[in-house]
């Protein structure tokens, strides 16, 4: 079974800052990696995915992130963030296991992103 | 706008009565959705895949006579509660998958509170 860690429940950052918010997994297949924004009493948005190929990925929003397979590591990281950025933010791992399990994702518990003036 | 649909919203519903949530794809054919819930200050948690056609597949632990899925179009799938309890309370959120794509929307999700 595969599991995600996101190492931080809480990131305070001031405005125009740079930020990572960090996310490791662990399987013993391959996965595809996810990163979904939430922002209150609403469902989720995809900023960005790692299906294959480069492991850097442009997002949404200003949003990267980095595949690091030695690491199974997707942290994903903005250079200067802004008050709306203020949210929480799930990674997100699936099985790479044929396109029937496609969809089925395991969250982390969640990084709650907090942006100050 | 929303391509994933999620009705009601909100709901309040007395303990042991039933309450159905709808996830509805808006602009395009789902043959899969996927249902999860959340607890407060918690992640999210799969509970079953929704199948067009054919049943369910719950994820272990989650018990499917409590919790009724039927996806009896390519559009549309629901989630029942039965016999509802406090516990029961939760923000559920539905997604659903492009035909066979790689592309997954989630819809805005649907608050249950039990009294």
């Known amino acids: 079974a595969q599991s995600v860690t996101q190492l931080d429940s809480q990131v305070p950052v001031f405005e125009e800052a740079p930020v990572e918010l960090r996310c490791n997994y662990s399987?013993?297949?391959?996965?595809?990696l996810f990163w979904y924004v939430q922002y209150p009493n609403q469902g989720l948005q995809l900023l960005l995915k790692y299906l294959s190929g480069s492991t850097l990925v442009k997002g949404i929003n200003g949003f990267e992130a980095e595949f690091n397979k030695s690491q199974t590591s997707f942290h994903l990281r903005k250079p200067s963030v802004h008050i709306s950025d203020t949210a929480e933010y799930f990674c997100?791992?699936?099985?790479?296991?044929?396109?029937?399990?496609?969809?089925?994702?395991?969250f982390g518990q969640g990084t709650i992103l907090t942006v100050h003036p | 706008g929303a391509v994933v649909s999620q009705h009601p919203s909100w709901v309040i519903c007395k303990s042991g009565t039933s309450v159905k949530i709808e996830c509805r794809s808006l602009?395009?054919?789902?043959?899969?959705m996927f249902w999860y819930r959340q607890f407060p200050k918690q992640s999210l948690m799969l509970m079953a895949t929704?199948?067009?056609?054919?049943?369910?597949?719950?994820e272990q632990g989650v018990e499917k006579d409590k919790f009724l899925i039927n996806h009896a179009s390519l559009t549309l799938s629901t989630l029942t509660v039965t016999s509802a309890h406090p516990e029961d309370s939760s923000f559920y959120i539905c997604?659903?998958?492009?035909?066979?794509?790689?592309?997954?929307?989630f819809g805005e999700g649907s608050w249950l509170t039990v009294v």
């Open positions: 997604s659903a998958r492009v035909g066979s794509g790689d592309t997954i929307y």
């Open positions: 929704s199948n067009e056609g054919s049943k369910a597949t719950y």
């Open positions: 602009d395009f054919q789902a043959t899969t």
């Open positions: 399987s013993s297949v391959s996965v595809y």
């Open positions: 997100a791992v699936n099985l790479n296991a044929g396109g029937t399990s496609y969809g089925k994702l395991t």
